[in-house]
């Protein structure tokens, strides 16, 4: 086979791929949830104690996923006129965690609002 055959190919299979995928997911409701924290055992425990609130309500729970964490880093002169080459570096890392809920039902997203987590845990809920 040529190098262009395979190019063609490749593409074929990915597209009937996602297509299968969407037809699987087609009448599913599904509640994601992304939890953000600087400390990462906080973030930890807040994941859990949502997990074990929506195994309360049975619940049908995929995750959590971790996600890359986030690195900003911040670099800042020592002195302010004279040793211009010393430098200082900082850095702040955002963890990051997501869980599916699938077919949630009214308990477990009231349960799931009332919730009362730590703070510094930033939660982005979305409906999919």
Not at 13 to 37: C, M, T
């Amino acid at each position: 086979m040529t190098t262009k055959e395979k190019t063609i190919k490749k593409p074929k299979v990915a597209k009937a791929k996602v297509v299968a995928k969407d037809k699987k997911q087609e009448g599913k409701v599904i509640l994601r949830i992304r939890v953000r924290a600087y400390e990462s055992k906080i973030l930890d425990a807040s994941v859990k104690q949502i997990m074990d609130t929506a195994m309360r309500y049975d619940a049908k729970i995929v995750g959590p996923i971790p996600l890359p964490t986030e690195i900003k880093k911040y670099t800042v002169n020592r002195a302010s006129f004279i040793y211009k080459n010393t430098r200082e570096q900082f850095e702040i890392r955002v963890h990051k965690r997501l869980i599916d809920i699938i077919n949630p039902s009214a308990n477990t997203i009231e349960a799931l609002t009332n919730l009362s987590l730590p703070s510094g845990v930033d939660i982005d809920v979305k409906m999919l």
